[in-house]
């Protein structure tokens, strides 16, 4: 299995770990000679423990252009959906974009799709690698099961002071310098912390719920240093089953980049008892807790540690390419990232 990675920062180097622990062959290639030399000698490294000498480095422009099986782009928003379209024409057995997928306005998204029909063949993912952690598919499954009754509210809140991200950007001076500090760009708390979007709709989805069927947005915008983005983003959700607004399930999702210590947690209250997902909720890992009327709270633990989280996204790769996994069923899929343009657009009426 023959992997290229398009963009050797943050996400790139878990990208690259991850499907090194499949045994994949890696490629990663990047515009900027410092951030491969970055790569290289402090970022994997520092967080895997050495450097793994199989894995191949390119300056963009000198990448290999065919052969690959999946094709990962880990750049910035702004500039997904170029790439992708580059990439879809050496027709990948996958195609993994990160998040979020395209900026707010959806420049670009029109041709891609056009070409994502001219490659059916290509499985086109986002990478939300949240919704594949065995935590969130626990909670989904205790909530179909209607373990809690009927569900009747989901909560998802993703909030996180700048600093965390920053951590892992020691490089970084603020948010000026990258795109996380312009909303136009994808970033913000609205395209940045779009894990909790999506997995609301993870979560309203599996319940048999159809997707937004309005949305209520409110931003809290900051302007630094020529920067503009928003600090907080607040989101009422409402999906319907069929026309009838007697049917209707509402919920709410908050991300910011001002909260600490950072709280990443979904909640679903039923009518009969409630459950919680805490992301990295202690030590060990992820947390889910919930209560059924009439009996003890329970908790479970979902040990993992951070690159245990794009390790179960290459997981789910292969599971996709051997069939496993229909490509509309699963959560990583275009429609699923789209989804959640689609409510970012309309919240930023852009
Ligand atoms: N799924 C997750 O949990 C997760 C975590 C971190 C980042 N991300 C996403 O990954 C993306 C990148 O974030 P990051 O933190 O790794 O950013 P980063 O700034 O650390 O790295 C981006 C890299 O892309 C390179 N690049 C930019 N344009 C390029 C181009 N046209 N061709 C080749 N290389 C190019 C830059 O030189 C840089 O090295 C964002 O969309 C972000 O939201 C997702």
């Known amino acids: 299995m023959k992997v290229k990675i398009i963009g050797a920062g943050s996400i790139g180097n878990h990208l690259a770990q991850a499907s090194r622990r499949m045994g994949w062959e890696v490629a990663i ?12 000698q402090d970022i994997y490294p520092k967080r895997y423990g050495a450097w793994d000498t199989a894995i191949r480095l390119f300056k963009a422009g000198e990448e290999p252009k065919e052969g690959f099986d999946i094709i990962m782009i880990g750049t910035p928003p702004d500039s997904h959906m170029k790439l992708a379209l580059s990439a879809i024409a050496e027709d990948p057995r996958i195609l993994h974009i990160e998040k979020p997928m395209a900026t707010p306005d959806l420049a670009g998204v029109a041709e891609f799709e ?8 290509t499985i086109v993912t986002v990478g939300y690698d949240h919704a594949v952690s065995e935590s969130a598919a626990f909670v989904r499954d205790m909530a179909m099961k209607k373990e809690m009754g009927e569900i009747i509210t989901i909560d998802v809140e993703f909030r996180e002071h700048w600093k965390g991200i920053f951590g892992a950007h020691p490089w970084l001076a603020g948010p000026w310098e990258t795109y996380l500090g312009y909303w136009k760009r994808g970033g913000g708390s609205g395209g940045e912390h779009s894990h909790a979007l999506h997995l609301w709709f ?10 937004a069927d309005s949305v ?3 931003f809290d915008m900051k302007s630094e240093q020529g920067a503009e983005y928003d600090r907080i983003a607040a989101f009422l959700l409402k999906t319907k089953k ?7 399930l509402i919920g709410r999702v908050v991300q910011d980049v001002v909260t600490y210590p950072v709280r990443k947690w979904a909640r679903m209250q039923g009518d009969k008892g409630y459950i919680e997902w805490y992301c990295n909720g202690v030590p060990e890992g992820d947390l889910v807790r919930w209560q059924i009327d009439g009996q003890e709270a329970q908790e ?5 540690k951070r690159p245990d989280d794009f390790y179960r ?9 051997a069939g496993d996994i229909k490509p509309e069923d699963s959560p990583l899929s275009y429609a699923r ?9 309309e919240a930023y009426a852009v």
């Open 242 to 248: 069929g026309e009838s607004e007697w049917n209707s």
């Open 216 to 218: 209520k947005a409110m």
């Open 114 to 121: 056009q070409a994502m029909r001219e490659h059916p063949q």
């Open 313 to 321: 996204e290459t997981v789910h790769y292969q599971a996709l390419l």
């Open 202 to 211: 993870y979560f309203a989805r599996a319940l048999g719920w159809d997707g």
């Open 29 to 40: 290639v990047d515009a900027d000679a410092a951030a491969l030399e970055r790569t290289k």
């Open 337 to 345: 990232g789209r989804e959640v343009m689609k409510v970012l657009k």
């Open 300 to 304: 479970k633990i979902f040990a993992k």
